[in-house]
């Protein structure tokens, strides 16, 4: 992300993004489907590890724009 200003509409991925991301999700499922694992644990899973990547983004972004001298109001 460009600047120092923290953008929503740069998060929504582009289709071509969001198709390619989901393409890996099914082909992990599967993967993981394979490995004996049912689909709400695999639902759950995902849905939590995507939370905290998305906090520890979140966080990384803070931090570096800290370091940088820009502060959140």
Not at 3 to 31: H, W, Y
Request: charged fraction near 25%.
């Amino acid at each position: 992300m460009a600047g120092s200003t923290f953008n929503l509409r740069e998060l929504d991925p582009p289709t071509e993004c969001r198709f390619k991301v989901e393409a890996g999700m099914l082909d992990l499922i599967e993967q993981l489907r394979g490995q004996g694992l049912s689909q709400p644990e695999i639902a759950v899973a995902l849905a939590d590890a995507a939370e905290e990547y998305v906090i520890r983004l979140a966080t990384t972004f803070e931090l570096n724009h800290q370091h940088s001298g820009y502060h959140r109001n």
